[in-house]
Each structure stands twice: as structure tokens, then as C-alpha cells.
Nanobody, 117 residues
Framework: VQLVESGGGLVQPGGSLRLSCAASGFTFSSYVMKWYRQAPGKEREFVAVITSTSGFKNYADSVKGRFTISRDNAKNTVYLQMNSLKDEDTAVYFC???????????WGQGTQVTVSS
């Protein structure tokens, strides 16, 4: 099983980034996918979730209206479009897959997003 995040980097406040998470080794289309983030010195926090068929999406209050989660089951990839980025969005962003049981949960290695002028 692999979850590989990409698309992070350094961006100025107000800018945009699009994160990708490529999945392999499991039936991606059956899994709920989430994005989490962890800022320095803070606990990992939920960012966004999307169900297997994209029928339901939800976001942390701190990113609502600025971030959009989507997925392409044909490409086994989940995305996080991040607009109007703020300094406080600086964190390592992690992709998470959940198959509905305690043993079907996987994490990626993370991608660094730094928002700074």
C-alpha cells in the first residue's frame, strides 16, 4: 500500500497550491479519503474528507470556502485545491485512506506547504 503526496511548496499569502495524493495497493474507489495537516509544535488536524463516490465532502471550519477536495477514481488520486492561502496554513499535509475498519487505514508521508512572504 502506498499513498504518495505531491504538490507542496513555498507560496505567498493569497496564493494557491494543488496537492495530489496517488494511491496504490488497495481498492482506492472503495475508500474514504481525507487530508490532514500538522503545523510545527501542533497536533495533526483534520482538513477535508471525501467519500468513495464523491457524494459527500466536508471541511474544517478554518479552510471552508478556500480549500476544495476532489478525487479521480480512474487515476487513484485525491486532490486538495488550496486557494487564498494564509500564513497559518503552513504545515505538513498528509493524505489518509480509510476502508471502514481499524485495519484498513493508511497514511502518506506528507508534503510540506509553506505560506510566507
Amino acid at each position: 500500500v502506498q499513498l504518495v503526496e505531491s504538490g507542496g511548496g513555498l507560496v505567498q499569502p493569497g496564493g494557491s497550491l494543488r496537492l495530489s495524493c496517488a494511491a496504490s495497493g488497495f481498492t482506492f474507489s472503495s475508500y474514504v479519503m481525507k487530508w490532514y495537516r500538522q503545523a510545527p509544535g501542533k497536533e495533526r488536524e483534520f482538513v477535508a474528507v471525501i467519500t468513495s463516490t464523491s457524494g459527500f465532502k466536508n471541511y474544517a471550519d478554518s479552510v471552508k470556502g478556500r480549500f476544495t477536495i476532489s478525487r479521480d477514481n480512474a487515476k487513484n488520486t485525491v486532490y486538495l485545491q488550496m486557494n487564498s492561502l494564509k500564513d497559518e496554513d503552513t504545515a505538513v499535509y498528509f493524505c489518509h485512506a480509510w476502508g471502514g475498519t481499524l485495519t484498513t487505514t493508511y497514511w502518506g508521508q506528507g508534503t510540506q506547504v509553506t505560506v510566507s512572504s
